[in-house]
């Protein structure tokens, strides 16, 4: 059940994610107060939306990430499937306000993942629900104009700073066999390196990511369903994104995924 303060506040977020456009921020007659607020107005944003969602995304998973928008942890939110991108898609920047590109890492459920009872699910009951994994390419977006101030519940109200994500194809390499953690990722721009990461620039792992989200979800209400894709949050500092640039994030072994911006 929305209250109607979700309701106001998800009414008052959706003309600017329909329309690309940007808010200072809710109004303090509905502005969520914590993080419950917060997931309830995304989910009367989303049906809101009238869309329909792929998964789910993980912000601020690194401590400078958090940092950086004024957060006490990683959030989530949902990924819409109007704003999901094949490999090599070309993207309007046109109305983003941050002007960046991720590179992450994606899991796909074979099954819904429930806890039962109080005790947190363990890595190795996440990992178990896990079908494949997937490259991808976030390029967020937030429809506050100054949304490093708004706080982390307007913020997960938004979808976490949700935008258009490009999703590779499976993974075919033995990558369980590989420590993410300790996985390198680079990015080009152009052709020439720009950036480069690791796996644990993501809460440690991207495993761990995972089971965090898993766990957060739970916690309200929600859980991973059967075939959502859960990016996890970016191996690499976010790479200022210009019109004009040609991009690839370069997962060694696991494959390449590129995307341009117009």
């Not at 999703?167 to 033995?174: D, Q």
């Not at 080009?188 to 991207?206: I, M, R, S, T």
Request: a negative charge.
């Amino acid at each position: 059940m929305h209250t109607n303060s979700n309701q106001q506040a998800a009414l008052q977020l959706l003309p600017a994610w329909l329309h690309t456009q940007a808010i200072a921020g809710l109004d303090s007659s509905h502005r969520p107060q914590n993080r419950a607020e917060g997931y309830q107005t995304q989910q009367a944003l989303f049906e809101a939306t009238q869309d329909s969602t792929y998964g789910w995304k993980i912000a601020a998973t690194s401590q400078a990430g958090q940092k950086h928008i004024g957060v006490s942890g990683p959030l989530a939110g949902r990924l819409l499937n109007s704003r999901r991108l094949s490999p090599g898609a070309q993207v309007n920047l046109q109305g983003n306000l941050m002007r960046v590109m991720e590179a992450e890492f994606a899991f796909r459920m074979k099954r819904d993942v429930l806890r039962h009872g109080p005790t947190p699910l363990s890595t190795a009951d996440v990992m178990d629900a896990v079908e494949a994994l997937h490259l991808a390419i976030e390029i967020p977006n937030s429809r506050y104009t100054a949304f490093e101030h708004v706080g982390e519940a307007s913020l997960i109200a938004d979808f976490a700073c949700a935008g258009h994500v490009v999703i590779g194809p499976e993974v075919t390499a033995p990558w369980r066999e590989l420590a993410l953690d300790a996985h390198k990722v680079q990015v080009f721009k152009q052709g020439q390196w720009v950036a480069d990461g690791v796996g644990a620039n993501v809460l440690g792992d991207p495993r761990l990511a995972l089971t965090w989200l898993a766990n957060e979800l739970q916690d309200h209400g929600l859980h991973l369903k059967q075939n959502d894709l859960v990016i996890t949050g970016t191996c690499v500092v976010p790479v200022p994104v210009t019109e004009g640039d040609q991009m690839l994030a370069d997962f060694g072994v696991l494959g390449q995924l590129a995307v341009a911006f117009t």
